[in-house]
C-alpha cells in the first residue's frame, strides 16, 4: 500500500488508517464485542493499515484499553495515535459536553495533558506514543495559550513520550500558531466528499507547510457505503443524532448522489464505500484517510480502496455529484 510520510516526522503511514471510536461503545455507538474489536484491529494490523487512531474521550477510556490490548503484544507493529486535551477528572478549562454521566472539559493546559498523557499510557499499556493530537482546542474562560501546550508537548517528546504532535478541530490561526511554537506534523479534521470545509484554507495551508491531514469520518459514519437506505431512523444520543447528512432529507439526497455510481463500482469492482474513501485519497497527497471500523467485515471491505486508480474523469463526476447534493441540502 502506497505510504505518505507524516509531516516531517519520521514516521511514514499507509493512505488509509483506523479509526477506534466506535470501538469504545457506549451510547454513541452502542455496545461491542470487544474480542470481535480486537480481531478487527488485528486485522487492520495484518493488511497493512496500521495507523490506530483512539482518544481518551473514545468510550471514556474503553476504546484505549481495547487498543491497548489488541496491541499488547504487537505494539512495534502499529503506529498509535491518541489525543489530550478533553478530560473528565475535574472542571478545569471550559466545558465541551455532556455524555452518559461524564462532564467533559476542553483543558489544554501543561498540567492538564501531562496527566492526560500519564492516563493514556496506562490505559494503552505502552510506554510511547506515536502521534499526540491536541483533541479539541482551548477557548475562553479555561483558556490556555497554544504556546504553552506546545511547550509541553514538544517535552513530552523530547522525553521520548510521543513522536510526533499534531493538533485536531483547528482554525487556521491555531495551525499557524502551532508551527510559531514547535513542529506540528499532522492535523485531524472532519472531511468527506459531502463536507469539503477544509479545501478552503486547512488543507492549501498544510500542502504548503509539509503537514499531513488526517481526515476523519470519511464515510459519514457508515452513510456513504451505500449500505444506507434513505429513511434511517437515528436513535436518541446516537453518534449520528444531529449531524447534517444524517437529517431525513439529506439522507436522501446522499443516497440519490450513490446511486449514479453504479457503473463506476462495476467499472472499478469496488463497493460503493470504496469509490468514496478512494475519492478522498486522491484529493491531495498529504491527506491519510481515516476511517472507522469495528468490525472484520468493514475492515476487510475498506481496505479494498487504497488499490483503486480512479480516473481523473470519474473523480470530477463524484465531484459534480456532489456538488449538487451540497447545493440542494443549503437550499
Ligand atoms: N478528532 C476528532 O474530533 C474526531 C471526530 C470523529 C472521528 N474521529 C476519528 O476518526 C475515525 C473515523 O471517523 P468516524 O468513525 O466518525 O466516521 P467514519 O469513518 O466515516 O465511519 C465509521 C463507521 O462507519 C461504519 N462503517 C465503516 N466501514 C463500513 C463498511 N465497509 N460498510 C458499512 N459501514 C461501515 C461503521 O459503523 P458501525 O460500526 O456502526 O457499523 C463505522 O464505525 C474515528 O474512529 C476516530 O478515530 C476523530
New binding site residues.
Partial sequence: MELRRIGNSDLNAPILSM????IGGGTW?GENDDDISIKAIHKSLEYGVNWI??APVYGFGHSEEVVGKALKDRRNKAILSTKCGLQWYNKNGSKHFSKDGYHVYRDLSPKGIRRDLEYSLKRLNTDYIDVYYT??QSVEPGFTPIEETMNELMKMKKEGKIRAIGA??VSLNNLKEYIQYGQLDVI?E?YSILDRRIEKELLPFCESNNITLQT???????LL?G?IKAGYQVKPGEVRENKTWWLPENQKLAVDMLSKWKDLTEKYNCTL?NLVIQWTASQSTSINV??????LD?VE??VKAADIQLEATDIQRMTNDANEAIAKSQK
Fill in positions: 479509526g477506534a471510536w466506535a455507538w487512531d483512539t483533541h479539541w485536531s478541530n485531524q472532519k476523519y469520518s470519511p464515510i459519514e459514519q457508515g457505503t449500505k464505500g481515516l476511517c472507522g471500523a469495528r468490525k468493514h471491505e475498506n
